[in-house]
């Protein structure tokens, strides 16, 4: 009953853009990049690596040499669109460290309905995310026609792919899932690989430990591009740091704050 439970939540939260109309046969692609439908070894539709959306502006090339001018602003306004919102997820994964942790443990000891409780927290807080729209219908919105048509085209074909292959094969009780229940469920999963995504991006680039270990203090200018630099350079190391590299940071940022500032900085490691 969990899955049941979350779709219902997010599609209540989160809106879906309509499909666009069925198209009549159409000509064969032109080339075989021109497509997002991939199909793995064993038959299935392989899930775009990033957003099927963000997948499909790559593929229409606006940003080529040979793109118009036109096509180069929608270009820019669309990855405007797409930074603002791995920004605003970036912002929720290192103010939402213990969540993101409880929801691993829930996982873990298999709790559903911790799960449940907190998958919808998850999707409360990114409300803000979707009030705009769908971001097909964001995106889609600053293209110049026939760029436009291509781009939802490319996500209807993917998405009608996607749903024949998922529903060919049953589910664990033998049931074959819906079509609403398929779409859903991938969108689900696209939005968690973002997340993770996020997660790996803000860690490996030193941002997730500089804004969690700053939060709440006043910092000069100067203490921010020191602190900054520090963790950039701790993070470079990934794996590799030792826990002598992790007290040489501690060491080195400590002697950047004043008396008052140490304490919270400290609170805020132990949290980490």
């Not at 602003?73 to 605003?88: D, E, N, V, W, Y």
């Not at 291509?150 to 079509?179: Q, S």
């Not at 704050?257 to 304490?263: A, F, G, K, M, V």
Request: overall charge neutral.
């Amino acid at each position: 009953m969990i899955l049941p439970c979350i779709l219902a939540a997010w599609s209540l939260i989160w809106p879906t853009a309509p499909d666009p109309p069925l198209a009549g046969p159409t000509a064969a692609p032109a080339a075989a990049t021109s497509t997002l439908v991939e199909v793995s070894f064993n038959g299935e539709v392989k899930p775009t690596e990033v957003p099927p959306e963000e997948a499909a502006l790559q593929l229409l090339r606006l940003d080529a040499p040979d793109a118009t001018e036109v096509q180069r602003q929608a270009h820019a306004a669309a990855q405007g669109i797409l930074a603002a919102r791995a920004k605003f997820i970036d912002d929720f994964v290192v103010d939402n460290i213990p969540l993101l942790t409880m929801f691993g443990n829930a996982e873990n000891t298999g709790d559903k309905f911790d799960q449940l409780m907190l998958a919808i927290e998850a999707m409360r807080k990114f409300r803000p995310l979707h009030e705009k729209g769908p971001l097909q219908q964001r995106i889609a919105g600053v293209l110049p026609e026939p760029d436009r048509e291509r781009f939802d085209t490319l996500l209807g074909e993917y998405r009608a792919a996607l749903v024949a292959d998922r529903h060919r094969r049953p589910k664990a009780d033998g049931k074959r899932p819906g079509r609403i229940e398929i779409v859903l469920t991938s969108k689900l999963e696209s939005f968690g690989r973002e997340v993770e995504r996020s997660f790996q991006r803000v860690l490996y680039s030193g941002d997730l430990v500089y804004r969690y270990a700053t939060r709440g203090l006043k910092l000069t200018r100067e203490q921010q591009r020191r602190l900054r630099e520090l963790t950039s350079e701790h993070a470079a190391k990934g794996e590799n740091a030792t826990e002598a590299d992790n007290r040489r940071l501690f060491g080195r940022a400590i002697l950047l704050l004043d008396e008052e500032q140490r304490p919270r900085f400290i609170k805020n490691l132990k949290g980490l």
